[in-house]
């Protein structure tokens, strides 16, 4: 199981959903980078669960940096972030050590695993464990935004509703920041709100498309081919427990557009080169050409609901049902939203160090 991430700037995950404890290990950030711990605590409070659209398991989700930091700002050398896990109800998972659950990687764990994984709350393979991702990419979004990179992602869809896409994404990033609830326009907020409690009320659950954006980031980032920049994006962001979409630009859109609609024309403003359109996203040839970033994460519904399911008995492979018990979210897409940005800031910071080298994200 490699549970590393990155070349130059890299991030390491541990720890399972019921274990003691949870983290991550930070890598190969320039020293002297400051290290702001209330802005860590609200990344965190962004991810945590709040109010009746998410499960009833609250967890403190304090940080503790136990390495890496000295006076407030990093050392370079690796910092370990650790969250305890104190709000465990593990006897919900009794029956879960043989009846696989629908939509999750209960059976896939089985075969790869044989038995030896925990299974309490999804283990290593629930969303619990992004909380040290947020912790990790809560430093890196504070070092970009020195740098004038700026990342903000809202709720696109939910539940059949919609917000508005971006219209000035420097602007709209401006609003989301600080955002329980991630929207550009605001009326949306309730009737979204209202399709995920119709579904927990229900016993069921909604997905939904985030949208982020990037502003600031210089041109020429990524390779061609193998690691382009929406190649290595999508890697992180498909290491996210629920993303099973990426699309950049007007991503799948593209097949119903022609060449003369699709293409974005150059022009240039006393030296500064940009396009009259973003259609991809700020990306070509798989190399940043410094628009903005612009790209979508389809969130599948939360797999853990209360209706009866079918199911297999893992011991011996027999046919059987399932339901669910324990504290479950209706939605995560609301939650997800800043694991989105923090798995981005961190596959940036890996980029940029590769480009221009480690201190370059070093700034006074």
Same mark, same amino acid.
Request: net charge negative.
């Given at each position: 199981?490699k &549970?590393?991430?990155?070349?130059?700037v890299?991030? *390491?995950?541990f720890?399972? @959903?019921?274990?003691t404890?949870?983290?991550?290990v930070?890598?190969?950030l320039?020293?002297g980078?400051t290290?702001?711990?209330?802005?860590?605590?609200?990344?965190?409070?962004?991810?945590r @669960?709040?109010?009746?659209?998410s499960t009833?398991?609250?967890?403190?989700?304090k940080?503790?940096?136990?390495?890496?930091?000295?006076?407030?700002k990093?050392?370079g *050398?690796?910092? *370990?972030?650790i969250?305890? &896990?104190?709000?465990?109800?593990?006897k919900d998972y009794g029956?879960?050590?043989y009846k696989a659950?629908?939509?999750?990687?209960?059976?896939?764990?089985?075969?790869?695993?044989?038995g030896?994984?925990d299974?309490?709350?999804g283990?290593?393979?629930?969303?619990?464990?992004?909380?040290?991702?947020?912790?990790?990419?809560?430093?890196a979004i504070?070092?970009?935004?020195?740098?004038?990179i700026?990342i903000?992602?809202?709720?696109?869809t939910?539940?059949g509703?919609?917000?508005?896409?971006?219209?000035?994404?420097?602007?709209?990033?401006?609003?989301?920041?600080?955002l329980?609830?991630?929207?550009?326009?605001?009326?949306?907020?309730?009737?979204?709100?209202a399709?995920?409690?119709?579904?927990?009320e229900e016993?069921d659950?909604?997905?939904?498309?985030?949208e982020?954006?990037?502003?600031?980031?210089?041109?020429?980032?990524?390779?061609?081919?193998?690691?382009?920049l929406?190649?290595?994006?999508?890697?992180?962001?498909?290491?996210?427990p629920?993303?099973?979409?990426?699309e950049?630009?007007?991503?799948?859109?593209?097949?119903?557009e022609?060449?003369?609609?699709a293409?974005?024309q150059?022009?240039s403003?006393n030296g500064?080169?940009?396009?009259s359109? &973003?259609? &991809?996203?700020?990306?070509?040839?798989?190399?940043?050409?410094?628009?903005?970033?612009?790209?979508?994460c389809a969130?599948?519904?939360?797999?853990?609901?209360?209706?009866?399911?079918n199911?297999?008995?893992?011991?011996?492979?027999t046919n059987?049902t399932?339901q669910?018990?324990?504290?479950?979210?209706?939605?995560?897409i609301h939650r997800?939203?800043?694991?989105?940005?923090?798995?981005?800031?961190?596959v940036?910071?890996?980029?940029?160090?590769?480009?221009?080298?480690?201190?370059?994200?070093?700034?006074?």
């Amino acid at each position: 199981m490699k &549970n590393t991430f990155g070349e130059s700037v890299s991030v *390491t995950i541990f720890g399972e @959903s019921h274990g003691t404890m949870i983290g991550a290990v930070l890598d190969g950030l320039a020293p002297g980078i400051t290290v702001d711990e209330d802005f860590i605590a609200a990344q965190m409070d962004l991810r945590r @669960s709040a109010g009746a659209i998410s499960t009833a398991r609250r967890e403190a989700d304090k940080v503790r940096i136990v390495s890496g930091v000295f006076n407030g700002k990093t050392t370079g *050398t690796p910092i *370990t972030f650790i969250i305890e &896990n104190e709000d465990t109800r593990s006897k919900d998972y009794g029956e879960l050590a043989y009846k696989a659950r629908p939509g999750h990687a209960d059976y896939t764990a089985q075969m790869k695993y044989h038995g030896f994984q925990d299974f309490r709350g999804g283990g290593h393979f629930s969303g619990r464990i992004t909380a040290g991702i947020v912790a990790a990419g809560a430093v890196a979004i504070s070092a970009l935004e020195k740098k004038g990179i700026r990342i903000g992602t809202h709720i696109l869809t939910c539940g059949g509703v919609s917000d508005r896409s971006f219209n000035d994404p420097a602007e709209d990033i401006m609003k989301l920041s600080g955002l329980e609830f991630a929207v550009l326009d605001d009326s949306v907020k309730e009737p979204m709100v209202a399709a995920i409690l119709a579904a927990k009320e229900e016993g069921d659950s909604v997905g939904g498309r985030l949208e982020t954006a990037v502003v600031g980031c210089p041109a020429g980032l990524g390779e061609p081919w193998f690691d382009t920049l929406e190649g290595v994006l999508s890697h992180g962001l498909f290491s996210i427990p629920a993303i099973k979409g990426v699309e950049f630009g007007e991503g799948f859109g593209f097949a119903d557009e022609r060449g003369s609609s699709a293409n974005d024309q150059f022009r240039s403003n006393n030296g500064t080169v940009y396009t009259s359109t &973003n259609n &991809n996203g700020g990306v070509l040839g798989g190399i940043t050409n410094g628009m903005p970033i612009i790209f979508r994460c389809a969130v599948k519904p939360t797999p853990s609901i209360y209706k009866e399911q079918n199911t297999i008995d893992m011991n011996d492979m027999t046919n059987t049902t399932l339901q669910i018990k324990g504290r479950h979210d209706p939605a995560i897409i609301h939650r997800a939203r800043v694991v989105v940005d923090s798995m981005t800031a961190l596959v940036l910071c890996d980029q940029l160090a590769l480009r221009y080298g480690t201190d370059w994200l070093y700034s006074e």
